[in-house]
């Protein structure tokens, strides 16, 4: 009986570590997708000399996306500067936790 109850409880505990991965490994993607897609939107209003239409397209696919992407244009003539930052949702389930983190840039 004793041999049962030993394997049972390293038996859940393998389980409890192996979910614990599994959510480390789906925020840890859910991280490099945001960053992937702020340096994307960097490039894309650096190429199109920050056209309102581009980051207005951006903003959409942002939205479909989940994220909250703010797009402030500074200066004027050949000289602008943009501050890009994008928001998005960081859940943890086991412990309950959600945050919101930013991730901020230049495009020039």
Not at 21 to 44: C, D, K, L, P, W
Not at 71 to 99: C, M, Q, W
Request: charged residues 25%; hydrophobic residues 45%.
């Amino acid at each position: 009986m004793r041999m049962i109850i030993e394997h049972f409880i390293t038996f859940l505990l393998l389980l409890i570590f192996i979910w614990i991965g599994m959510a480390y490994i789906i925020q840890n993607m859910a991280y490099s997708s945001a960053r992937e897609f702020h340096g994307a939107v960097v490039t894309q209003l650096e190429n199109s000399y920050f056209d309102e239409a581009v980051a207005e397209d951006c903003r959409r696919k942002a939205a479909r996306a989940g994220y909250e992407l703010d797009i402030r244009v500074y200066g004027s003539g050949n000289e602008k500067d943009a501050k890009v930052t994008l928001a998005f949702h960081y859940t943890i389930p086991l412990a309950g936790i959600r945050k919101i983190y930013k991730i901020e840039g230049y495009s020039r």
